[in-house]
């Protein structure tokens, strides 16, 4: 990890509460390769597939920052300036032949290529919420749905005891189970769901969480019009849009308060926040196959360029070692994605 990384991560802890701090530490406690081990255990293994967002599809973008973005940040990618960002798509799961027409999960993933060699990456969610506060508590949530051998299906007492429990990590599946199915890898919000800061040249640092939003509007499908669409709708449909121009979303900060949680993944910032379009992204192409330049990037949420920093959430720093784990096996198996 470069050296102005490990600085913006005591920077940025040290304006959190204790808890808070002593939280992020904790995040080493799970061993990365059991992670992956329980994600196979629980959703299954599909060699050569990422271990979530196992169905997507690279494309390439360009993203453009506003002068209010500048006054927040000296991060490289809002000098006004197009800067590439390399794209990718995906259905939340590891089964990489799941379903497109659900209420499920849409992944959009991103690598900004900067100058100097900068990069900053990303994974934003159509979900305001994560479905963990804390790698320890993600990682008991994903054992306790792990299938009986017998039966195939998880053990319901051990799942209730579990979310009773732990009542937060219902929050991102009842998300889902409210909204439509989305009409379009391009027609959803996608949202960072962690906390991070942005320091201006003159050393003010502004927390908050970050959604990008469709320049066209959400769109959701009805469910007779979803069931039309069959399973496997999404990459032709991102295609078309794309060549048609539109598909842009708005880059949007929302501003923390005094007093808001952005340490917790679970905890989505209070309606009315204030929010600033930091600048706008465009997907100006889409891979024609299965390959593209995406194919094998882990879009670590700790990589990022100077002027942004990490809040003291847990779940940022304990992603980055099973992400690596997750690559190696891709790797050594054949990496695919569709």
């Not at 920052?65 to 990718?88: C, E, M, N, Q």
């Not at 032949?97 to 991103?110: E, G, H, I, P, V």
């Not at 060699?117 to 320890?136: D, K, L, Y």
Request: proline fraction near 7%.
């Amino acid at each position: 990890m470069k050296t102005w990384i490990l600085s913006a991560l005591a920077a940025g802890a040290s304006v959190l509460s204790m808890s808070a701090v002593a939280q992020s530490s904790a995040a080493q406690q799970v061993d990365p390769s059991a992670f992956i081990d329980q994600f196979e255990a629980t959703f299954g293994k599909y060699e050569g597939y990422r271990r979530s967002g196992a169905k997507g599809i690279c494309a390439l973008g360009e993203f453009v920052g506003t002068a209010d973005a500048r006054a927040l940040s000296t991060a490289s990618a809002f000098s006004g300036k197009p800067i590439p960002v390399l794209v990718r798509f995906s259905v939340g799961g590891a089964n990489p032949k799941a379903a497109d027409n659900t209420r499920t999960q849409r992944n959009l993933a991103l690598q900004f290529d900067l100058p100097d060699g900068e990069q900053w990456q990303m994974g934003n969610i159509s979900a305001p919420v994560f479905a963990a506060s804390s790698p320890q508590q993600f990682f008991a949530l994903v054992a306790s749905r792990q299938p009986d051998p017998a039966t195939r299906q998880a053990d319901p007492a051990r799942v209730k005891a579990f979310n009773d429990a732990n009542p937060e990590v219902l929050l991102q599946g009842k998300h889902f189970a409210s909204q439509p199915v989305p009409a379009s890898f391009g027609s959803v919000n996608y949202w960072g769901v962690h906390g991070y800061g942005f320091v201006n040249a003159g050393g003010v640092r502004q927390y908050g969480k970050w959604v990008f939003e469709p320049v066209g509007g959400v769109q959701g499908l009805t469910d007779e019009e979803a069931k039309a669409k069959g399973p496997n709708f999404l990459f032709d449909d991102l295609r078309q849009r794309v060549k048609d121009g539109k598909v842009a979303f708005h880059f949007n900060l929302e501003l923390a308060q005094p007093g808001d949680r952005i340490d917790n993944a679970t905890v989505p910032l209070p309606e009315g926040r204030k929010k600033v379009t930091l600048g706008t992204l465009k997907v100006t192409s889409v891979s024609p196959d299965a390959g593209g330049a995406c194919l094998n990037i882990t879009y670590n949420p700790m990589v990022m360029p100077r002027g942004v920093l990490p809040s003291a959430d847990p779940l940022l720093e304990a992603r980055a070692a099973p992400y690596a784990v997750s690559l190696g096996r891709r790797l050594s198996e054949g990496a695919k994605q569709q």
